[in-house]
């Protein structure tokens, strides 16, 4: 059975690093989105990303794989929050890219566990832009696996 294993210490981990820039000891995609957390709740997170030029396609709109390596790293990242015994994978991602984000602007990627059952988390996640529109949204599965989580 894959149980909690914390007190909620993994929350209190990601509530430490509310408004605070990647650091080394987090994971090389987040460090190279340079993602900035702005809630972190049980089963919810938010963060924010400055869309720069090396995230971009040839019209200077935030890249479709960018969008998704944002959406999939926030999906990661809430079920890990959830303190489970054993690490999930993504299944699948399921994107749909709906406005433009253009270079300089912040990005809001808002992400929710909506059931977290025994063996597959499904999590819902959508990047909004300053004006408020969605830029991109997608849900997501994933599996336990069978690599333990240190504690």
Not at 95 to 118: H, M, Q, S, Y
Not at 120 to 142: D, W
Request: aromatic share 6%; glycine share 10%; with cysteine.
């Amino acid at each position: 059975m894959n149980k909690p294993v914390s007190d909620g210490s993994r929350i209190q981990f990601f509530k430490t690093r509310i408004g605070k820039p990647a650091e080394a000891t987090q994971p090389p995609v987040w460090k190279w989105l340079d993602g900035v957390l702005r809630e972190a709740e049980e089963g919810r997170m938010v963060a924010e990303f400055v869309v720069r030029e090396d995230m971009v396609n040839p019209m200077g709109t935030l890249h479709g794989g960018v969008a998704s390596m944002i959406l999939d790293e926030m999906c990661g990242m809430t079920v890990f929050g959830l303190g489970r015994e054993f690490a999930y994978t993504s299944v699948n991602l399921n994107c749909d890219f709906l406005n433009p984000a253009r270079t300089g602007e912040v990005v809001t990627a808002t992400c929710e566990v909506i059931r977290a059952g025994k063996n597959i988390a499904h999590c819902a996640c959508i990047i909004t832009g300053e004006s408020g529109k969605i830029v991109a949204k997608c849900t997501s599965n994933l599996l336990q696996i069978g690599l333990k989580i240190p504690v």
